[in-house]
């Protein structure tokens, strides 16, 4: 059932580096800090069983690499754990190690790493950047005291750029998709930033205005967890499940989903139903579909949306390869009770979705299938739109949003403007399994089965790119302009 066969919430993680609560600490159990030093033994214990935990759990470990290279990469990692480390250079380690997947659905769970954070010092900058020709500028800076488009220069001393560097080791790629990487890195810079330079309660950056080199310092707050999710509560910048820019001038309509996981399922269908009612009323011809910063969620969301702009059936995906494991079993355990189990049986037998669903489920241990879709969504013709369309992805467009770019591509929906995806055109991993290492206390996913966009089983790790590339620049955020919508309304003026 693809509602609960969701794509890799990488989406969710990256939330809950803002929303998780700060948890005490079990009085008999002692608190874990990064900067705890590990001992060699420990380290190659579960640095060992993650190795083995993953030749049992993940759908295709050799997917993109080989059996040799994986093992290189195991026994190099497994070397440079001779030694003792800190808990945050062990991480950096195991990242490492998983990235030789290039599977941007089997990484670090996050939450284990700020757990130990956190208990510690657990001080958050509020500044968004990009990375632009090894530098970073400033996207938006949540005490506005550094103007969008500003070059970021140092934190309390250090090198931004250098900070960035080290942040992109918990980073994540899929395939050769190497702008998704730095994009990754780009989102989870504003959290990551105090591994790297100690944070206090007043901070010095200094930074140098768009086009001017003039060196400016400011005092910047970093906010602990708990003072963060008070601050966005109250003063967060609230973004619509779904919303729509309309301009009559231009005669275009912008479609903005910022996520396929966030919010309700039914809240997400009324308001994209909604929202695509007022492009037609509006009879602009021209309609931009943004999934920037879209880092993915539910496939079914993302599949519902092909049929709003095509009178083709579009599956997305079109086969899942599924694998069974102890932590998948356990996974979907958790997922789908013994009641909702009878009733998908009793009452699902003709969906194919459910029906598909339930033969992941029941897979014996240790076995691997392939289920297969052909019966995407449908709306009523006067539903869809049926004018130009265009799709705008970037670095950070990843899982169900790369799905959507590359059956975008595949079935020629319309032009994709922007910058190379994080994913190829032949799929990603998803249901991601949640494993924790039990000496170093670090958790981390596997994935557990491949969505596939094509019945070809494509392999080419190329990421999906653009057909009309356009890049984010300092300028653009100086001017508070968007490149793709700029670009398009020039070429709807040529028209």
């Known amino acids: 059932m693809k509602l609960l066969v969701p794509c890799v919430r990488l989406a969710i993680c990256l939330v809950l580096l803002l929303a998780y609560a700060n948890g005490q600490a079990q009085e008999e159990k002692k608190t874990a800090y990064l900067s705890d030093e590990l001992a060699p033994g420990h380290m190659r214990r579960d640095l060992g069983s993650l190795h083995q935990v993953i030749l049992r759990t993940h759908q295709d470990p050799y997917f993109y690499t080989n059996q040799a290279e994986l093992h290189r990469a195991y026994q190099s990692t497994r070397k440079t754990c001779g030694t003792a480390m800190t808990r945050l250079e062990f991480a950096e380690q195991v990242a490492g190690y998983l990235n030789t997947l290039e599977d941007s659905h089997t990484y670090l769970q996050y939450r284990s790493l700020f757990q130990c954070y956190d208990a510690d010092t657990g001080r958050y900058l509020g500044v968004d950047v990009l990375a632009s020709d090894g530098k970073l500028y400033v996207r938006k800076d949540r005490d506005h005291l550094i103007p969008a488009g500003a070059e970021l220069l140092t934190i309390n001393g250090a090198k931004a750029s250098f900070i960035f560097n080290e942040v992109s080791k918990f980073s994540v790629q899929e395939g050769r998709s190497l702008t998704g990487r730095t994009r990754i890195t780009e989102l989870l810079f504003i959290n990551f930033a105090g591994f790297y330079v100690p944070l206090g309660q007043h901070n010095t950056l200094t930074y140098k205005p768009f086009d001017k080199d003039t060196i400016i310092k400011v005092t910047h707050d970093a906010l602990t967890r708990e003072e963060s999710k008070k601050y966005y509560k109250q003063h967060g910048e609230k973004k619509e499940i779904v919303s729509v820019d309309i301009s009559q001038a231009d005669n275009m309509a912008v479609l903005h989903i910022p996520s396929f996981s966030s919010g309700k399922r039914r809240k997400y269908y009324r308001k994209l139903d909604k929202e695509f009612a007022k492009i037609r009323k509006s009879e602009v011809q021209n309609l931009l579909i943004d999934l920037r910063r879209n880092t993915g969620g539910q496939s079914e969301r993302m599949e519902t949306l092909f049929a709003y702009i095509s009178a083709d059936t579009i599956c997305s995906p079109t086969n899942i390869i599924a694998r069974q494991s102890d932590l998948s079993i356990e996974r979907y355990d958790k997922m789908v009770g013994a009641f909702a189990k009878w009733v998908f049986r009793t009452f699902g037998k003709h969906s194919e979705d459910i029906h598909n669903y339930m033969t992941m489920i029941d897979l014996p241990n240790g076995t691997s299938d392939t289920v297969y879709y052909t019966l995407g969504e449908r709306v009523k013709s006067k539903k869809r ?108 003026g040529k028209q």
């Not at 590339?469 to 955020?477: N, R, Y």
């Open 385 to 492: 739109f049926k004018g130009n369309v265009y799709l705008a992805i970037d670095g950070a467009s990843g899982s169900a949003s790369a799905n959507f770019a590359a059956s975008f591509k595949l079935n020629h929906c319309g032009k994709i403007m922007g910058e190379p995806c994080l994913g190829p055109a032949g799929g990603t991993w998803g249901n991601p399994a949640p494993y924790a290492l039990e000496k170093s206390e670090i958790s981390v996913y596997i994935s557990t089965i491949r969505f596939n966009n094509s019945n070809e089983f494509l392999r080419d790790k190329t990421a999906v790119t653009p057909d009309i590339p356009v890049l984010l620049t300092p300028k653009d955020l100086a001017l508070d302009q968007d490149p793709i919508v700029e670009q398009l309304k020039a070429m709807n």
